[in-house]
């Protein structure tokens, strides 16, 4: 499928983006791993002439909560299918200042506050002990290109920031949200991780889009307002609109 001058790329969509527009000569592919079952069929296709993978992080009907989703299979499957590189589109809260309701972001740091997920390929009987460099846990060339990307497809985005990833699914305490800032998280969702650190374990270039749908617990112009899920889903669709946008420059030939 893959050639080596047009490499597989593959996207997985987050909450809000179970499907991706535009997607030419479109195919589905209901796959298996030894790690399981990936959370949705892939669909292959071409975006400007360039061969993609999608792949919904939560099922196509959002079934799957963040905790649950089998990441070494998502991750497994799209690898198998030939993708090298992967940009994982996810929906986050806004901690710092300039992270308001329907920015985008493109994470360099991270910090895993997630428990009890299945978080390496190094878990099974006769697996080698894989000691991943993570010191920067997405590629730099990666986020360099989309950086372009979006300039190129005239789309804001914030270059940089920390993502803090939590278990979910609920959101977090306000209390949680302060000594996430104190830890110099600027995001935070649920999503993160383990997903970029097992694509680190199989060689394959991982990126993030940072959809911010809400300002987390305590943040923002209105610290007090509870967070109303009718915004989030809005926010999340008025800011997902600018994706494929950046894609289409990042895959154009």
């Known amino acids: 499928m893959a050639t080596a001058s047009s490499p597989l790329i593959a996207i997985i969509g987050g909450t809000g983006v179970y499907a991706f527009p535009g997607l030419e000569q479109a195919v589905r592919h209901e796959v298996a791993t030894r790690w399981g079952s990936p959370s949705s069929a892939i669909v292959t296709g071409r975006v400007g002439g ?5 792949l919904a992080r939560h099922g196509e009907d959002h079934g799957i909560a963040p905790h649950r989703i089998n990441y070494r299979a998502n991750i497994a499957a799209l690898y198998d299918m030939g993708a090298r590189r992967a940009i ?15 920015v985008l972001a493109v994470p360099d740091q991270l910090i895993d506050y997630t428990c009890g997920r299945a978080a390496s390929f190094c878990d099974a009987d006769g697996e080698a002990v894989l000691h991943v460099e993570f010191g ?16 190129a ?8 920031g920390c993502y803090g990833a939590t278990q979910g699914p ?38 993030c889009i940072a959809v911010v749908a809400n300002w987390a617990a305590g943040c923002g112009p209105a610290p007090g307002l509870p967070i109303e899920l009718a915004e989030i889903h809005a926010h999340l669709a008025a800011a997902s609109g600018r994706i494929p946008a950046i894609m289409r420059a990042l895959l154009a030939d």
Request: glycine fraction near 10%; charged fraction near 30%; aromatic fraction near 4%.
């Open 170 to 207: 609920r959101l977090e305490t306000r209390a949680e949200i302060e000594r996430m800032r104190r830890d110099g998280c600027d995001l935070v969702g649920m999503t993160g991780m383990p997903e970029a650190v097992l694509a680190r374990e199989l060689g394959m270039e991982y990126a």
């Open 153 to 160: 497809a005239g789309i804001e985005v914030v270059d940089g």
């Open 50 to 54: 360039r061969p993609v993978a999608f």
């Open 136 to 151: 920067d846990p997405y590629s730099p060339t990666l986020r360099s290109d989309l950086l372009a990307a979006a300039v």
């Open 88 to 102: 994982g589109i996810n929906a986050v809260g806004g901690i710092r200042d300039d992270m308001a309701p329907r």
